[in-house]
């Protein structure tokens, strides 16, 4: 079954509005045939310099969860946010430290495209195919679980994002509340 298919069925609704008014960001999760984009962060960033993340922030005012991740993604990427093909959301991600709560809007990336990242936000952008994920997850006593794909290792929310598009893809790990996993 194709990508699209699988997760246009699978993902939640895309919310309307931020859950709370403070301390919350909108990443898109972009996905360029079968592999996932990411960047790593300006190492002169006050915050989160040098990880790796999806393109995202935080909501300018009145921005909704989708405004703010289609905004975001054009400044850092350079990329035209009509080249994505918006899909759905993934379930909210809370930070373990700085106390965010991340919303995640799948989308695919549309070849062919152009990158021009915005130096002053990001260092690098890359893709990593999605069948090697599986098989760059570690354990990492300081961190937690990782992906570690060669040189570049993936934490945090960014990594629990990833399982959750992981578990949308397998299907026996959905990636909604139902009766059996609800709150």
Not at 41 to 55: E, K, M, V, W, Y
Not at 161 to 168: A, C, E
Request: net charge negative; aromatic share 8%; hydrophobic share 40%.
């Amino acid at each position: 079954m194709k990508i699209e298919t699988i997760l246009r069925s699978r993902l939640l609704k895309i919310p309307d509005k931020f859950g709370r008014p403070y301390r919350v960001a909108a990443v898109v999760v972009p996905i360029v045939e079968d592999e996932i984009l990411l960047t790593r962060r300006a190492d002169t960033l006050h915050s989160f310099s040098g990880q790796i993340a999806f393109p995202g922030g935080r909501p300018e005012s009145g921005e909704t969860p989708l405004e703010t991740a289609l905004r975001e993604f054009e400044e850092e990427t350079g990329i035209p946010a009509n080249k994505l093909n918006i899909l759905g959301a993934l379930r909210e991600e809370k930070t373990r430290l700085s106390d965010f709560i991340i919303y995640p809007v799948v989308a695919l990336l549309n070849p062919p495209f152009e990158l021009h990242p915005d130096p002053a936000e990001v260092a690098d952008v890359f893709t990593i195919p999605l069948a090697s994920l599986k098989s760059c997850e570690r354990y990492h006593p300081l961190l937690w679980s990782i992906f570690q794909c060669g040189d570049r290792i993936i934490w945090g929310a960014t990594y629990r994002i990833i399982k959750k598009l992981l578990g949308v893809l397998d299907e026996q790990i959905p990636d909604r509340k139902g009766p059996e996993n609800s709150e």
